[in-house]
């Protein structure tokens, strides 16, 4: 997003035109924003063969998702329905890895059935897969490597009573599901959470990885997970993304070195790659003032973004009505709000410029996890999608109608005379 003739534009759009358009709440999204998240990761990494696999549960459009396989990007699935999305958006199955956790054996098997990579992530799953499926299909296996990652209790997956991965202290139990049932293991994979900011918590796991991965005979990929940190706040420190690469590529080099072959190093960013991609736009309904504070109540909610109430996660807010030199008004104090019936703040005593009724907030960051989590609480639409490429506005999700409310909903022949 940037100001040109006092006016926010993306790609030279103006926001407010495109709210005109649309109308509010959307969610609007800057493609060429993801095409620089994806080769920054490519040119971090460049000293080693590194496969970008988008987590798709960040954001999964069908034409994000087909913009990012033109990039050249792999997906990471968590669900059975994700890995339907990727195949419908062009991915290749081989380009495709499905890792949930707690899903049955079912999922899991029509997932090879489909042909894309396969994720096993607790103990039993493994070994009934083993007796069922033998050495005829390749698996990955996810290990939790017990490191901390950083932020929020919320979403470190790491830690020891953490429900994610098979515990690296249960090695030994690994091998002996994979020795009598001649399984055939392809890939190690870890995914320590959200919100890594150096090189060293990532290398911590890495160097665990590695020590387990020596014990392995066929492997052709390490997968890192994600958790790559993305600036929130203006003055947050961004991640050195090159940095990180020049570290784990060198320690990944020697691994191969030692290993006696040369592995693929994958990662599965979504947040890195789309979060910054992403705005979300509401309009201002009531300014009101208390006693204490001064509320801004626009017409959306966490049914339309959650990370605020549900990860008191820190989202950027510009007043994109107001910007910087227009109206002569200084910044004021307010308290932004949504208009379900529950407590659903946004942001507390943020420092914005000064807000009428009818202008339109900005948030930032809001490309993944945003529409994602949406949901209908308090029977509203979800909103509108727009995508942002070479130049252009699509629109790629119609606001939602009463007859989507409605359109699951079965009427009791009881009830229906009534
Ligand atoms: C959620 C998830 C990711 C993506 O995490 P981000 O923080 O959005 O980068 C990657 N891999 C797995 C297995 C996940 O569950």
Known sequence: MELINQQYCVQQIPLTALTGKYGTPVYVYDTAAISRNYHQLKKAFRQTDMRVMYACKALSNLNILKY??????????????????GLKAGFAPHEIIFTPNCVSLDDILEATEMGVHINIDNISILEQFGHKIGDKYPICIRLNPHIMAGGHHHISTGHIDSKFGISVYQMRHVHRVIDSTGLRVEGLHMHTGSDILDAGVFLQGAEILFEAAMKFKNLRYLDFGSGFKVKYKPDDKEIDID??????????????SDYGSKLELWFEPGKYMVSNSGYFLTKVNVVKQTVATVFA?????????IRPMFYDAYHQIENISNPPGSRTSPE??????????????????????????????????????????AMNYNSHFRPAEVMIHEGKDYLIRQRETMDDLLKNVVSAEAFQAV
């Open 68 to 85: 990012i396989h033109s990039l050249g990007s792999g997906l990471d699935t968590v669900s059975l329905n994700e890995v339907h999305l």
């Open 243 to 256: 940095d990180i690469g020049e570290k784990i590529s060198s320690a990944f080099n020697q691994f191969c």
């Open 297 to 305: 109540g626009v017409n959306s909610g966490f049914n339309h973004l």
């Open 332 to 373: 004021r104090i307010y308290t932004v709000v949504g208009q379900i019936c529950e407590t659903d703040t946004f942001a507390w005593d943020r420092s914005l410029r000064e807000i009428k009724e009818g202008d339109i907030l900005c948030f930032l960051n809001a490309g993944a996890y945003g529409f994602e989590m």
